[in-house]
Nanobody, 124 residues
Framework: QMQLVESGGGLVQAGGSLRLSCVAP????????MGWFRQAPGKEREFVAASTWSTSTTYYANSVKGRFTISRDNAKRTVYLQMNSLEPEDTAVYLC?????????????????WGQGTQVTVSS
């Protein structure tokens, strides 16, 4: 089973910032679309951001556009999520995922591997 390990979550006040990291040491990283999703209690897992495998094109959910930035370092097999201007509504478990040559970056059902998640809590 391929391992993805997230880190960087925590408790932050509204308006603050966090940077999440996800490392996948066993993955042939450059052929995977990497995505970040989040899941709040009682809610569906939702797409947050993705970086495609071929061109590293980035995509964002409307709710985070302009506040979050996804980036990847293929040599380090790591994907990052810089989160600025955090809001209480951003509180959730954040999970990274990998989709082999993925196209439908927004579809959680298409992803092959998932991390365990890291908790982000934003206080008002």
């Amino acid at each position: 089973q391929m391992q993805l390990v997230e880190s960087g979550g925590g408790l932050v006040q509204a308006g603050g910032s966090l940077r999440l990291s996800c490392v996948a040491p066993g993955l042939t990283f450059n052929v995977y679309t990497m995505g970040w999703f989040r899941q709040a209690p009682g809610k569906e897992r939702e797409f947050v951001a993705a970086s495609t495998w071929s061109t590293s094109t980035t995509y964002y959910a409307n709710s985070v556009k302009g506040r979050f930035t996804i980036s990847r370092d293929n040599a380090k097999r790591t994907v990052y999520l810089q989160m600025n201007s955090l809001e209480p509504e951003d509180t959730a478990v954040y999970l990274c995922a990998a989709d082999y040559k993925g196209i439908r970056y927004y579809s959680k059902d298409d992803y092959d591997y998932w991390g365990q998640g890291t908790q982000v809590t934003v206080s008002s």
